[in-house]
């Protein structure tokens, strides 16, 4: 039986290839129109793991899978980062002068703002996924619209690409996060998501990144988000690296004299290819 991967869009999706980087080529993948029906997938046993961007290298973190993250409490097991190629995608024979509506994911848009500024004329339409939208075009066969969407969703669909590379900044990158219901213990893990909150006297997050730094404990990333209900109370996400598991150890127990509500989210091998 194959392992189920959740993932937000349809197939050809940017979450698709994601899942088809880290896991290889034998799965299923299962479709859901929202990241929260990923969780609700993996919640009730339907999906092995879900597969969730969490940041993009244009369009910073997204911000509504933290809440997600907060509230379903799954376990980090693996990240994996995926370079973005945008390309115009059209019916066969559609001409740039054909078109007349543009649809995509909103993120994808923005990371062709630079491109599509140069057509003023065209209306901008945000869709559920980059892959949807391309999908959209093949089913009722639009001759005046183009989606912004992948090489793989061209293939899928029958769709010309019309243009290549469009995004803005070529090194466009999106990390997703590999999701579990259960702790998968990974020997050689150098990466940890750890989240936490603090007092509010001056100096609090300070100590606490002091800690890390004491340890040699790099930390890569710093995300806060407020907690819901609770005036000027913040939780904070980190991602941190290691290359000596004693000093991460060293650096978690001073941390917890620091913080409240402490969670290691996930342990596991950090990932850059892309």
Not at 118 to 132: H, L, R, Y
Request: hydrophobic share 40%; with cysteine; glycine share 4%.
């Amino acid at each position: 039986m194959k392992t189920k991967i959740a993932i937000q869009g349809v197939k050809a999706s940017f979450h698709e290839e994601a899942a088809y980087k880290y896991f290889g080529e034998e799965i299923e993948t299962i479709e859901c129109e929202s990241f929260k029906k990923t969780c609700e997938m993996l919640k009730q046993g339907k999906a092995d793991y879900v597969v969730m961007a969490i940041e993009n290298s244009i369009a910073g973190s997204i911000l509504p899978n933290y809440n997600l993250l907060r509230d379903y409490r799954f376990h980090i097991i693996g990240e994996v980062h995926l370079n973005i190629q945008q390309n115009l995608l059209v019916l066969p024979g559609v001409k740039l002068t054909d078109i007349k509506f543009v649809e995509s994911h909103p993120i994808a848009i923005r990371q062709c703002d630079e491109f599509l500024s140069d057509f003023a004329d065209w209306t901008i339409k945000e869709g559920m996924d980059t892959a949807a939208c391309a999908k959209n075009i093949a089913d009722n066969q639009l001759k005046n619209t183009a989606a912004i969407a992948s090489t793989m969703a061209a293939k899928l669909y029958g769709l010309e690409i019309l243009e290549k590379r469009i995004e803005t900044n070529k090194k466009n990158a999106t990390r997703f996060l590999i999701l579990a219901n259960e702790v998968v213990e990974q020997k050689n893990a150098n990466k940890a998501s750890l989240s936490f909150q603090t007092g509010n006297a001056v100096g609090s997050l300070a100590n606490v990144l002091q800690c890390f730094a004491e340890q040699n404990v790099n930390l890569s990333k710093i995300q806060s988000m407020p907690v819901v209900g609770k005036r000027n109370e913040y939780d904070f996400y980190v991602d941190v690296e290691w290359k000596k598991q004693s000093d991460y150890d060293a650096a978690i127990r001073k941390v917890l004299k620091h913080t409240v509500n402490f969670n290691i989210m996930g342990e596991y091998i950090k990932n850059e290819k892309v």
